[in-house]
């Protein structure tokens, strides 16, 4: 979703972009707003525990032929895999910059699959990919100073930013509540994510389970998909499981709740805490990431010390508890995130695309 907002953001402002990724399997898996843009499609294979996501695989030949046919003035990539690591060696052979972006934390995810001994190797990987671009992208201001402290070259912060008309209070749904079997004064929990052990679902579903004590009304709503869900599922035959879900769906999904939790200390950013918060709902998160940056605790949500065991429970009980304070903080949340729409974000990306293709100022329309 962050990539799709940028290349329509980049788009809007006029720029020549050419989309690299690997091949979906049908049309509805590709990204949004992309359909228009010139693409190299390459093939890709899927990774495993996450079917829906695809690493690309080496296109090294394709990517040089066609950037010397028509040769970008600056390339972006996003990913540092086998497809990453083709193009930057593409732009290096044929002298074009490149601005790298570090969007998911691929070493810590390496510990919570049993291979924790990869991950100092993993991490100087990243290190020795990213060191070869201009400059890299970081979306917070403490990952940020992690990757300069690890070696990483220059990095500059590359925020996030949120769709307010779309994650809306407006958009809740009486109808939606109904089917989870809620009452309009029942308590609606949420987490909207992977269903996965790196993003520490785990510790969000013991929330609920204290949270149920003094809430017998409350329900909790689980929307996303992977790995753990069957088990999840199996395990707990009382929670609703709702799948995947985007756009006004999602949308829905996030306004027709009450309170959110997201205990994930995996992120790079975690565009959910935005969404939540867009949408009014009073926010549960570690003090990590979009909740470090945009969650005043006891203001507009909850930002809880991740040092303290057993925090992130106690936390969300007291605040289930206070049906006044997580109508206050979801109004406080709304209204925090009125000033955080896309287009400042794309204009600071723009800002650097050029100042790094161009060095002097340039009064032309860039190829990306």
């Known amino acids: 979703m962050t990539l799709s907002r940028f290349v329509a953001g980049l788009q809007q402002r006029g720029h020549q972009l050419q989309l690299i990724r690997p091949r979906h399997r049908s049309e509805a898996q590709a990204p949004p707003d992309t359909d228009r843009l010139p693409l190299l499609q390459v093939s890709g294979l899927h990774i495993p525990l996450y079917p829906e996501l695809q690493l690309g695989m080496p296109a090294g030949r394709r990517i040089h032929r066609a950037w010397r046919q028509l040769r970008p003035d600056i390339a972006y990539i996003a990913t540092e895999g086998p497809l990453g690591w083709s193009a930057l060696r593409a732009a290096r052979r044929l002298g074009i910059p490149v601005v790298s972006g570090f969007h998911t934390n691929f070493h810590t995810y390496s510990r919570h699959y049993h291979m924790g001994l990869l991950m100092p190797l993993v991490k100087r990987y990243l290190r020795h990919f990213h060191h070869r671009s201009r400059c890299t992208l970081a979306p917070n201001p403490v990952l940020c ?15 996030r930013g949120v769709d307010t008309a779309l994650f809306n209070p407006a958009h809740r749904s ?35 389970r204290r949270i149920e004590r003094s809430r017998p009304d409350a329900r909790f709503i689980v929307v996303g998909d992977g790995p753990l ?20 769906a999602l949308a829905e999904h996030f306004a027709s709740a009450d309170l959110f939790l997201f205990p994930s200390r995996t992120e790079t950013f975690g565009n959910v805490t935005l969404e939540a918060m867009a949408s009014g709902l ?8 979009a909740a470090a940056m945009h969650i005043r605790d006891g203001i507009n949500g909850v930002r809880v010390n991740w040092q ?56 032309h329309v860039s190829r990306i």
């Open 229 to 248: 869900r069957a088990t999840l599922a199996g395990e707990n035959p009382d929670l609703i499981f709702c799948g995947m879900r985007t756009g006004r």
């Open 174 to 208: 009486p109808g939606l509540r109904r089917q989870w079997g809620l009452a309009d004064t029942d308590l609606a929990v949420l987490y909207v994510g992977r269903i996965a052990a790196e993003k520490n679902i785990h510790e969000a579903l013991a929330a609920f």
């Open 308 to 363: 303290i065991p057993g925090e992130f429970v106690n936390r969300a009980e007291q605040l289930a508890r206070d049906r006044r304070g997580l109508i206050a903080m979801g109004l406080a949340a709304r209204e925090h995130t009125r000033g955080l729409g896309w287009d400042r974000i794309v204009d600071r990306l723009e800002s650097i695309l050029c100042e790094n293709a161009f060095p002097e100022p340039a009064a």
């Open 145 to 159: 100073e992690e990757l300069t402290a690890a070696g990483f070259g220059q990095v500059r912060v590359l925020p």
């Open 282 to 289: 009073a926010v549960v998160a570690y003090d990590y990431a």
